[in-house]
């Protein structure tokens, strides 16, 4: 069971460039979270799904996309990077009170 | 809109000691959770809190939560170095949105011998 999945796990960007984080879970969830975490800080919610087809914006969505066309996979997609997005992106599922993260996205816009 | 606030951020104790950290939550909450993530890696989860007056131990960790209060605490027992780590404690609201988890800042414990 791999359980959720995220790629890359590390990334540097320039300003202005655009690219995608990759989220897949195997475990048949249908809740699915995008977090980021800045340095010495918890996490905030950038997006949710409760299914394929069905998103929404969580706390911190402004500058970020998401689109969930199967059960299984949840992208991050970053339009216009700015240094404010540099973080660390965790991919989350759910089911019932369990929750499983992945190992995470350290992305760095320079 | 629901808080969650630890205390304290940071926590530096000795070998052998006990301490609690401390979890408030601002609104109605049916479920708490609290997580453990050592430096560069994924969050593990540690506990989950359904009820009020529930506790959990594992170990030198034991959680406990009273939802009258809505007030969470993770004491810890005679700590080693193996527990330095920060901890995260982690709310979802009652009727929330889908089950989203709202965190508090952490609490970086540093055990030291």
Known sequence: NAGVTQTPKFRILKIGQS???????????NYMYWYRQDP?????LIYYSVGAGITDKGEVPNGYNVSRSTTEDFPLRLELAAPSQT???FCASSY???YTFGSGTRLTVV | E???EQNPLFLSMQEGKNYTIYCNYSTTSDRLYWYRQD?????ESLFVLLSNGAVKQEGRLMASLDTKARL?????TAAVHDLSATYFCAVVSAGGSQGNLIFGKGTKLSVKP
Do not use: E, F
Request: hydrophobic share 35%.
């Open chain 1, 87 to 89: 973080s660390v992106y």
């Open chain 1, 96 to 98: 019932l009170q369990g």
């Open chain 2, 72 to 76: 969470s605490t993770l004491h810890i």
């Open chain 2, 2 to 4: 629901l808080k969650v």
């Open chain 1, 40 to 44: 010495g800080m918890g996490l905030k």
């Open chain 1, 19 to 29: 690219m995608t984080l990759q989220c897949a879970q195997d475990m048949n969830h």
């Open chain 2, 39 to 43: 430096p560069g890696k994924s969050l």
